[in-house]
Each structure stands twice: as structure tokens, then as C-alpha cells.
């Protein structure tokens, strides 16, 4: 799993890039890198893991929720957002 940094200045949102000044986004390879460089780089900042549909994620423990049920198929797509697989 991949993140990036996005920070919400005064509502203009940035992707952060690296500090070289090359343009290029700054993509962390581990869920604790991400988040020991927020306080560094964002204001107001908030940690994107990429290749994850969190809309889904998010839709799915709520019709659980609704429902009653257990989403247990969202367990191992939220492990792998938090690098616990």
C-alpha cells in the first residue's frame, strides 16, 4: 500500500511534493512514514491511501451497519490500509 499527503490550506487542496522542488508527489511505502511526515509537511492535512476505494469501504460498513450484519469481507481491505496483513 501506497499514501500521499494532501493538506487543506484555508480550502486550496495540494497533493505535497517532495521538498527537491522536482514537482513530483511525495508517495510514502508505509502507512507510520505517512504519518510521522504529516506534522511536517501539512497544515491541515490528511493521509490518502492510494488503490483503495474508500467510498466503497465506507458504503459497505454502512449497509452493514444497517442491516445488522457483519462486513467481514472489508476486513482484509482495511488490514491492508493499515498495514496490519
Excluded: R, W
Excluded at 521538498?19 to 502507512?31: A, K, R, T, W
Excluded at 442491516?67 to 493499515?82: K, P, Y
Amino acid at each position: 500500500m501506497k499514501y500521499i499527503l494532501l493538506d487543506n490550506f484555508n480550502d486550496n487542496l495540494n497533493i505535497v511534493c517532495k521538498p527537491d522542488e522536482s514537482g513530483e508527489h511525495l508517495v510514502f511505502d508505509s502507512l507510520k512514514e505517512a504519518k510521522e511526515a504529516l506534522p511536517e509537511y501539512c497544515q491541515n492535512g490528511q493521509i490518502i491511501p492510494l488503490n483503495t476505494d474508500l467510498i466503497y469501504i465506507i458504503e459497505e460498513l454502512h449497509n452493514s451497519n444497517n442491516e445488522g450484519t457483519e462486513a467481514i469481507h472489508i476486513d482484509d481491505l482495511v488490514s491492508d490500509i493499515l498495514n496490519l496483513s
